[in-house]
């Protein structure tokens, strides 16, 4: 009967996989149709792959506006280079515009199938319906809205997430050093992936002080210790621990010896860094580090958004509310924190008051900047947004979720610039490991993402303008 099902699951994850490629492949050819021309960011990204494409590999000739390492045109070389020894195609075929984007459509793929093997790693598998779930997980993730656009695109997303997802799988199954060595190659991808390396050096950690945090607890249940008792009485327990912890050599040594690859990792980070003198390479004027909290709460609603069905419900209202009214005067610490933050660290970046071609544009012009206090009376649904997201993560041990929050506060923070994309990988990521929803709200959640996708899609093919003084076609995207 197992044998049966598993094979049963193998049917339906490969006519979801078929599916959505043959979808893909359609909404590929009408891109294509439209964009003869490289748009936006592809201006710099087509031409310093195609130069690339050429043999022409020397640092005269790369792009100072391109703020990232050189992962997608070497790869999409790789990739491209072998079909003019192969079909004999000649470099002006090979290096074009549609074949260089393909290689982002390949990407999709691998990206379907490392969400399905992360879901089968990550989630328990004794109920059921969980094969059905699994997969429409996966699937409803591969068309999640903001990744499943660029994947039409030559921009960096479709390959970042590839090989942070191919990495965090690898860490699970707890191959350390191919997890590192696949981190490396997403960090050439984005620099700032190398905080999900940490994330997966973080989860080994994790794991471990789980399981010592555990012998703890019965120590102290067998020796029936006095338990602290107070508002913070856990988190001071867990403080007192993680020192104790800590302080122990043999702890430190076997912790070193199991992370030592993503330790390596980040040494050699470092020293780009200073070698390079900041994380940025070309055009650092538009992206300097700033410490932006609200890009913590704005990922809350992005996050409460596009998971209102797991996160958004009745019962789950009154659970906070009743929670807000127990602890009144946490809450009344939170929210003031909150306003301060807003009011002292919102910053509005030069892109994102002047480039009308982002959604991101209309929501700060026609929210934020019409109504001042928007952005204070806004601050109760970050809250309950934040709420909802450690409420949905309680499967996981308090350290997994230290590891992960850290982790999105180090990624989104610093990001100056208000953009949907930054936000994707901690999203997946985020969807990854919460508990598998039932099929009624994956079915909810799955024909929303179509719903925004197909207006995306519509709107970016169709509805175009032009700016006054330029002649070139302009189209709204994430």
Not at 60 to 77: A, E, F
Not at 188 to 196: A, C, D, L, Y
Not at 203 to 227: D, F, G, H, S
Not at 431 to 447: A, H, M, Q
């Amino acid at each position: 009967m197992g044998a049966g099902m598993a094979q049963l699951e193998g049917y339906y994850f490969s006519a979801a996989l078929s599916c959505t490629f043959l979808v893909s492949c359609l909404l590929f050819s009408a891109f294509s149709r439209a964009l003869r021309e490289p748009y936006m960011d592809e201006i710099f990204h087509l031409p310093q792959a195609q130069r690339y494409c050429e043999g022409r590999f020397s640092l005269s000739q790369w792009d100072p506006m391109i703020t990232t390492l050189p992962g997608l045109y070497l790869l999409s070389v790789g990739v491209v280079k072998p079909a003019s020894w192969i079909f004999g195609w000649s470099e002006h075929v090979v290096c074009s515009i549609g074949m260089l984007r393909f290689v982002n459509l390949l990407f999709s793929v691998g990206n379907f199938y490392l969400l399905y093997l992360l879901f089968r790693k990550v989630q328990p598998r004794h109920k059921a319906a969980s094969s059905i779930q699994r997969i429409l997980s996966t699937l409803t993730l591969a068309v999640f809205p903001t990744l499943y656009f660029f994947n039409f695109l030559y921009y960096t997303e479709a390959g970042s997430m590839f090989f942070t997802l191919f990495a965090y799988l690898m860490c699970l199954y707890g191959n350390h050093k191919t997890s590192a060595l696949l981190g490396f190659c997403g960090f050439m991808f984005r620099q700032t992936n190398i905080i999900w390396a940490v994330f997966c050096a973080g989860n080994v950690i994790a794991q471990k002080l789980t399981e010592a945090w555990k012998t703890e607890l019965q120590k102290k249940k067998e020796e029936r210790l006095p338990t602290i008792k107070g508002p913070f009485s856990e988190f001071r327990k867990i403080l007192q621990f993680l020192l104790a912890y800590s302080l122990s050599f043999k702890n430190l040594s076997m912790l070193f010896l199991l992370t030592w690859p993503y330790i390596l990792l980040v040494s050699l980070f470092c020293v780009f860094v200073v070698v390079n003198g900041g994380i940025v390479i070309g055009d650092r004027s538009s992206h300097e580090a700033c410490l932006h909290f609200p890009q913590l709460f704005y990922f809350f609603s992005f996050t409460l958004f596009f998971s209102f069905p797991h996160l958004l419900s009745p019962g789950k209202i009154r659970a906070f509310l009743s929670l807000v009214w127990k602890r009144r005067i946490q809450f009344f610490v939170i929210t003031l924190v909150s306003l301060f933050l807003v009011w002292k660290f919102t910053y509005a970046h030069k892109y994102l008051l002047a480039d009308n071609r982002h959604y991101t544009f209309y929501i700060w012009k026609r929210v934020f900047q019409r109504y001042e206090i928007m952005k204070y009376l806004l601050v109760p649904i970050y809250i309950f947004a934040g709420w909802s997201i450690a409420d949905s993560l309680k499967s996981k041990s308090v350290f997994w979720n230290l590891m992960f929050f850290i982790c999105l506060f180090t990624v989104t923070v610093p990001q100056k610039l208000l953009e949907f994309r930054y936000f994707i990988l901690p999203y997946v990521i985020y969807r990854l490991n919460i508990p598998l929803p039932p099929i009624s709200r994956l079915v909810c959640e799955l024909g929303c993402y179509a719903v925004v996708n197909f207006l995306t899609f519509y709107i970016f093919l169709n509805k175009t303008f032009q700016w006054p003084d330029s002649q070139d076609i302009q189209r709204f995207m994430w």
